[in-house]
Structure formats: structure tokens, C-alpha cells
């Protein structure tokens, strides 16, 4: 839990930054890190006098942002999902095609052999659509 202490208009808009490390407790190497960008936001009385000037200086320091990346995503600008991607879609009919190919060693089967996989090639189609 953050918390904001020293609540002051003048710290509305002000960009603070704060690094998570994930490391195991017995080494000192990372395995993942992620950067948050806070900013306090002034009450919704307050907010609609500074929203263009706070947009503005969050997208500034957005681009210059070398290690984290976010896009400026506001409730009203949201435009609702109609379903999964396209990709997504692809990718499962590829899934379900390569379990539904016969596996190496099965002689009786009418598919090329060329078109027979392995176990393992099953198990990762099986990983990719579970």
C-alpha cells in the first residue's frame, strides 16, 4: 500500500514513478521488473478545470519513458470489446486442427505423412489453446 501523505494543490499532475523487483529471497538477480507511474489527481470538482493541462504533461513524459510504456486509457474514451481478436481466433483453429492431425508412428490414416506430428508438437497446440 502507497499513500500519499502531503496533499496540496500544488502537487496536482505531479508524475512520480515507482519500480517493483521481483527476486528470490536467497539471490540478488532480478527475475522481473515493472515501473508504475502515479500521478495525483486533484478532486472531480477540481479535475475538470486541469484535465487538458494534466493529459498533456502525462503523455509528455510518457514518450520519454525508456522503461514503461502505458497508453492514456480514460472511462469515456473506452471503446467496448466485440469479441476476441481475429489472431486469437486464427490461432485456435490452428490448435484444434493439429490435434485433430494423426500422430507420427499410425500407419492407417489417408493424411500425407509429411502431416503427421509428434507428441510433443500436440502438447504445445494443447498448451497454446488450454
Known amino acids: 500500500v502507497i ?6 494543490p500544488s502537487y496536482y499532475g505531479v508524475i512520480d514513478k515507482f519500480r517493483l523487483q521481483v527476486s528470490e529471497q536467497s539471490q540478488r538477480k ?3 521488473k515493472k515501473e508504475i507511474i502515479a500521478t495525483l489527481l486533484p478532486s472531480a470538482k477540481e479535475q475538470q478545470q486541469q484535465k487538458e493541462e494534466e493529459e498533456k504533461r ?6 520519454e ?4 510504456e502505458q497508453t492514456l486509457c480514460q472511462p469515456e474514451n473506452r471503446t467496448a470489446s466485440s469479441g ?4 486469437t481466433v486464427f490461432l485456435g483453429i490452428v490448435c484444434i486442427a ?3 492431425l494423426p500422430t507420427l508412428g ?3 490414416s489417408l493424411v500425407p ?14 498448451y497454446v489453446l488450454g
Open 84 to 87: 476476441p481478436s481475429l489472431l
Open 3 to 8: 499513500r500519499h501523505r502531503d496533499v496540496r
Open 98 to 100: 493439429a490435434l485433430m
Open 30 to 32: 532480478a527475475l522481473g
Open 65 to 68: 519513458s525508456v522503461f514503461f
Open 113 to 126: 505423412l509429411y502431416l503427421h506430428l509428434s507428441v510433443n508438437q500436440k502438447l504445445v497446440a494443447a
Open 58 to 63: 502525462i503523455k509528455e513524459h510518457l514518450a
Open 106 to 108: 499410425e500407419m492407417e
